[in-house]
């Protein structure tokens, strides 16, 4: 999966995210069943959906918080199983 990445992410609403890669794919998740299975203080935030919403695409991932507070590994979102 060299140079994999994300190209376009959507709020669908529910903490759920749609992804586009760079090889014309998509994937569906919804990053709140994560947050809820792995409380830790840093995510539990983005359970607020406003908060939630405000992700961004930075070096061809979806990140949130200005440190990376939440980011996933590529290859998983790319599965659409997020795993700790």
Do not use: C
Not at 14 to 34: E, M
Not at 54 to 66: C, L, M, Q, S
């Amino acid at each position: 999966m060299d140079n994999l990445h994300i190209v376009r992410a959507e709020n669908l609403g529910n903490l759920t995210v749609s992804l586009t890669f760079s090889d014309n794919t998509t994937q569906t998740i919804n990053v709140g069943d994560f947050i809820r299975r792995h409380p830790h203080p840093q995510y539990n935030k983005y359970l607020d959906p406003l908060k939630f919403g405000r992700f961004e695409i930075e070096n061809g991932n979806i990140v949130w918080g200005k440190n990376w507070d939440l980011i996933f590994p590529i290859e998983q979102l790319h599965t659409g199983v997020l795993v700790s």
